[in-house]
T-cell receptor, first 114, second 112 residues
Framework: DAGVTQSPTHLIKTRGQQVTLRCSPKSGHDTVSWYQQALGQGPQFIFQYYEEEERQRGNFPDRFSGHQFPNYSSELNVNALLLGDSALYLC?????????????FGPGTRLTVT | KNQVEQSPQSLIILEGKNCTLQCNYTVSPFSNLRWYKQDTGRGPVSLTIMTFSENTKSNGRYTATLDADTKQSSLHITASQLSDSASYICVVRGGYGQNFVFGPGTRLSVLP
């Protein structure tokens, strides 16, 4: 049973460019959440997708957008990259409706903006 | 404002010693509290999850406590090992469909 997978592992982009990160949830999970983790800090919630719709959103600008596909996988898109977007981007999957509402995290994608 | 604070910010101990990490939160209403271990550059891995009615839970050498009245939690690590070197993150989920509020983490270094 595969856990949460993310791709790519590492990515280097230039300011102003656009980037797409991908996430496949744990088997049986239907909800995907995205987090941004700057170096030395805790993860910050970006948004959550369920049933192919954005259900909740954190305090991130519209440059951050996402998508969820019918197979529950998800993409995070960031436009007009800034140096401050450099971070570890984590994807977490869960199953809505379960009592424990456990989240499983992927290994993350390390994005460096130069 | 919903917040999670952790202390200390970092901790260095010798292999074999015990340590306790603290977490204070202001998230309300409260649903559950989790402790995660995060190795550098990796995704967090769940250690424990506690609901309002639970005040202690163990996972091997890790024991978490929760005092929902004072909104405090602790994570006690017994007989530390070099592999315990990581960041430990306290995460609180609010009720009514609120999302997870992450603490900044405590960076633990276990030295031989």
């Amino acid at each position: 049973d595969a856990g949460v997978t993310q791709s790519p592992t590492h990515l280097i982009k230039t300011r102003g460019q656009q980037v797409t990160l991908r996430c496949s949830p744990k088997s049986g999970h239907d909800t995907v959440s995205w987090y941004q983790q700057a170096l030395g800090q805790g993860p910050q919630f970006i948004f959550q997708y369920y049933e192919e719709e954005e259900r909740q959103r954190g305090n991130f600008p519209d440059r951050f957008s996402g998508h969820q596909f019918p197979n529950y996988s998800s993409e995070l898109n960031v436009n007009a990259l800034l140096l401050g977007d450099s971070a570890l981007y984590l994807c977490a999957s869960s199953l809505i409706g379960t009592g424990s509402y456990e989240q499983y995290f992927g290994p993350g994608t390390r994005l460096t903006v130069t | 404002k919903n917040q999670v604070e952790q202390s200390p910010q970092s901790l260095i101990i010798l292999e074999g010693k015990n340590c306790t990490l603290q977490c204070n939160y202001t998230v309300s209403p409260f649903s559950n509290l989790r402790w995660y271990k995060q190795d550098t550059g990796r995704g967090p891995v769940s250690l424990t999850i506690m609901t309002f009615s639970e005040n202690t839970k163990s996972n091997g050498r890790y024991t978490a406590t929760l005092d929902a009245d004072t909104k405090q939690s602790s994570l006690h690590i017994t007989a530390s090992q070099l592999s315990d070197s990581a960041s430990y993150i306290c995460v609180v989920r609010g009720g009514y469909g609120q999302n997870f509020v992450f603490g900044p983490g405590t960076r633990l270094s276990v030295l031989p």
